[in-house]
């Protein structure tokens, strides 16, 4: 056969499909390019090796070929690979029963083929797997009509196919499930989202049991969404024990607030008899005179009622931190005043005793932010613990060391009973006691620990106890932020440096009238220029034609905070030379880094100190 018509040639070579053009015996007398994975050593193989069939067979087989003949074959291409073939054989000639000519076309599905084939094993081994799983599953349309449910899903139910499909497994639910699970179902639906709802479900006995209800979207290869497959696992187990322990905390809870209010009772309630007990000692005092009887009993009152107020003290304490009742009062607080003070209150049993507590020479200038009073009292209770648990004429050692972090370690070491290791991780916890030096009876109530950890905490820092066992001393440390920054860095500053500020022009936004007021009079004071806003609304107002040279902001203002207010003022004063101080009355290190990354370039902790304590 002779191509001369260049449209046919053109056609036959550029077909994307392997094209031979076969003689009456089946070999190939021509062939196109997209038929190269065909050739085999230079040759291309006839219709019976290529398709396992003679044409005359193939022939024989089709009822005329006018309508071509089209078979899926097994052909073994050039590189010996076996493939599956869609083969279409169509005469060339127009007598379509005698022709001497043939086009014969190949095209390889052998892909098609495997994902077909891959698809069938996968939806075989989906029904199985889903068949006999324990779970609950569920499939449903992209219209959410659910058209199939599993043998488990059936059995639970104890109903049929058709009583489930569409929207029969609705019936199934719990009344006061159905308006929040069919929400969630069409809310995941609309998103085409996956989902996760509890509901309940009807069991065929009657009983409604919790299940945990999943839902997955499905996508078809080409990526149509074609609906959901879900599932539904028994969680009724799990959520009664859920239950149980949500009333458990609910009685734990209560009884916790029943003891909170007991202590508190029985602190104001012991308080009253403690006056007249003074009083009388008072009185006895006055008797005394030549008489040594009385004066030891009254010795021994007085001992008594200081111990009962500590104690009494104590309980009022410990209910108020437990219930976050305590408010701290932040200062600047000097670490050699703090330890000078904490010293004073344990030194009359330290000398009771005839220990010494000796002190580490301290860096000069180191101070902190925070109560003073709540620092003092933390420190007392890590100094008595130590001094009631160590031996008569002990020396307790005590020492300061600031760190890299902006911590410091208040470190303080005894030589007495030490912790056994068993009692270490609960030492902390309200009540609990350690064993006294001496082998007596235990004293105190055991909540000096819990109190001094828990303000610790309150000031960003803690409390921590080390001891290698019984008789081996204990190492008490308490933690907190440092105040004092490195030369030349920003930090706080303090009511004499503000004063210090002459000859410029101050701007002072404070809500609080009497802070406002005295803040004014106090920087005025240096021969300054200034001026005050109670919001943040009048301060950027002011500023437009103030042009102040430092401003001093309050970071608790009503309409804005103070960090949005310094940088408006930072925007709109690009460039200028202008000094921001922020107004705080927390002074902790989180506090400091947050205002310094707002903008501002130090900050002042309230109240203001004419000089550090």
């Known amino acids: 056969m002779n191509l001369t018509d260049s449209l046919a040639h053109a056609f036959f070579n550029r077909h994307p499909h392997a094209v031979l053009i076969l003689d009456a015996d089946g070999r190939v007398l021509h062939a196109n390019a997209a038929a190269g994975w065909l050739e085999r050593e230079g040759r291309y193989a006839d219709f019976a090796e290529l398709t396992g069939l003679g044409l005359p067979q193939a022939l024989h087989s089709a009822d005329g070929l006018g309508a071509g003949w089209t078979r899926r074959l097994r052909v073994r291409s050039g590189d010996n690979a076996w493939r599956q073939v869609d083969v279409d054989l169509v005469a060339a000639d127009r007598d379509q029963d005698n022709a001497s000519h043939y086009f014969c076309v190949l095209r390889d599905v052998t892909g098609v083929a495997e994902a077909a084939r891959q698809q069938q094993e996968s939806s075989v081994r989906f029904k199985v797997t889903t068949e006999s799983a324990p779970v609950l599953v569920w499939m449903a349309d992209s219209r959410m009509r659910c058209d199939w449910f599993n043998k488990s899903w059936l059995d639970f139910r104890g109903r049929p196919l058709d009583d489930e499909i569409g929207d029969g497994w609705t019936e199934g639910l719990h009344p006061e499930d159905v308006e929040n699970c069919l929400g969630v179902y069409e809310a995941g639906f609309e998103a085409r989202a996956p989902f996760t709802l509890d509901c309940r479900l009807r069991r065929a006995d009657g009983v409604f049991r919790w299940m945990l209800n999943t839902g997955m979207p499905r996508y078809g290869r080409d990526g149509e969404f074609l609906g959901y497959v879900g599932s539904c696992v028994d969680i009724t187990e799990r959520r009664e024990l859920e239950d149980k322990l949500a009333e458990r905390m609910r009685v734990l809870r209560f009884a916790d607030r029943r003891r909170e209010a007991f202590l508190a009772k029985l602190s104001h309630e012991l308080r009253n008899p403690l006056a007249p007990i003074a009083n009388a000692a008072g009185i006895l005092k006055s008797l005394e005179p030549g008489n040594r009887q009385l004066s030891v009993v009254r010795e021994i009152l007085e001992r008594q009622v200081a111990q009962l107020r500590r104690l009494i003290t104590d309980l009022a304490d410990v209910t108020k931190i437990t219930a976050g009742k305590v408010v701290l009062q932040r200062e600047v607080v000097s670490i050699d005043a703090l330890i000078d003070h904490a010293l004073d209150a344990v030194r009359p049993e330290a000398d009771a005793r005839h220990q010494t507590v000796r002190l580490a020479p301290l860096r000069p200038g180191l101070s902190c932010i925070g109560d003073p009073d709540r620092l003092r009292q933390a420190l007392s209770a890590l100094l008595d613990n130590a001094i009631k648990f160590s031996p008569e004429g002990a020396t307790i050692d005590v020492s300061v060391a600031a760190s890299d972090d902006d911590m410091l370690a208040i470190a303080i070491q005894d030589r007495g009973a030490g912790i056994a290791p068993d009692v270490l991780p609960t030492i902390f916890d309200l009540f609990v006691q350690g064993r006294p030096s001496s082998g007596g009876e235990k004293s105190g109530l055991g909540v000096g620990l819990t109190i001094a950890k828990k303000l610790a905490q309150l000031h960003g820092g ?152």
Not at 492 to 499: C, N
């Open 462 to 613: 803690d409390v921590s106890l080390e001891s290698a066992g019984l008789g081996l001393g204990t190492l008490a440390t308490l933690r907190i932020h440092r105040e004092a920054m490195d030369e030349g860095s920003a930090g706080a500053i303090d009511g004499s440096e503000l004063r210090s500020v002459t000859g410029s022009r101050v701007l002072i936004i404070e809500d609080n009238d009497d802070a406002r007021e005295s803040l004014r009079m106090l920087v005025e004071l240096g021969d300054n220029e200034v001026r005050t806003a109670a919001n943040a609304t009048q301060a950027l107002r002011i500023a437009e034609t103030f042009e102040p040279h430092l401003v001093v902001c309050d970071l608790g203002l009503p309409d804005r905070d103070g960090y949005e207010v310094v940088e408006a003022l930072r925007a709109r004063f690009a460039g200028r030379d202008i000094r921001y101080v922020a107004l705080t009355g927390f002074g902790g290190a989180e506090d400091r880094d947050r205002a310094m990354d707002s903008g501002f370039d130090s900050f002042i902790v309230k109240p203001l100190q004419s000089s550090p304590p």
